[in-house]
């Protein structure tokens, strides 16, 4: 069975520009969760979607959205980049949620400049 | 806010049990306490899960008291290829079962020949 696919693998912005992260979960998974991981903070979570609603959303500002599509597959948008959202992006799908097990993708490593 | 706190680093040799807790004072009611492993340029990887007393699978074992205010993540026996970093992950207290998440800081696990 094929694991949590992200895309791209790396990517680099210019301050200001907008930005689309990419995550297909495994098959059959309904809920995707994004990560923001960074040498500074650590991971953090920046929301979790569920069959197309977000669930929730940590504590990150409203440049960062995401959506889920019908087939689970879920989309991160950050808008206005700044140098401080260089990071490594994950996203992790699991079949319910956080009470069952989580598959974390590579990650995008995303660059502002 | 929820505190997640783990040591920064252990340094462990082949063939040793190794120990990790993690606190977590302030840990939602009704969540799970989750612990990932995570080598360089790969996203984290579960290793097991558990909401109160022991749990055990084929690779570690998962120790929680009965006031679930911190866990312990015990890898026997463990080899070179257990050197990484080990996170544990909590729900945050005042949030529902699909609340925010807290990732502990990491404890990079350094095991030696």
């Known amino acids: 069975k094929a694991g949590v696919t992200q895309t791209p693998r790396y990517l680099i912005k210019t301050r200001g520009q907008q930005v689309t992260l990419s995550c297909s979960p495994i098959s059959g998974h309904r809920s995707v969760s994004w990560y923001q991981q960074t040498p500074g903070q650590g991971l953090q979570f920046l929301f979790e979607y569920f069959s197309e609603t977000q669930r929730n959303k940590g504590n990150f500002p409203g440049r960062f959205s995401g959506r889920q599509f019908s087939n689970s597959r879920s989309e991160m948008n950050v808008s206005t980049l700044e140098l401080g959202d260089s990071a490594l992006y994950l996203c992790?799908?699991?079949?319910?949620?956080?009470?069952?097990?989580?598959?974390f993708g590579q990650g995008t490593r995303l660059t502002v400049v | 806010l929820a505190k997640t706190t783990q040591p920064i680093s252990m340094d462990s040799y082949e063939g040793q049990e190794v120990n990790i807790t993690c606190s977590h004072n302030n840990i939602a009611t009704n969540d799970y306490i989750t612990w990932y492993q995570q080598f360089p340029s790969q996203g984290p990887r579960f290793i097991i899960q558990g909401y109160k007393t022991k749990v055990t699978n084929e690779v570690a074992s998962l120790f929680i008291p009965a006031d679930r205010k911190s866990s312990t993540l015990s890898l026997p026996r463990v080899s070179l290829s257990d050197t990484a970093v080990y996170y544990c992950l909590v729900g945050e207290e005042g949030s529902s079962n699909t609340g925010k998440l807290i990732f502990g800081q990491g404890t990079t696990l350094q095991v030696k020949p």
């Open positions: 992790a799908s699991s079949e319910t949620g956080r009470d069952t097990e989580a598959f």
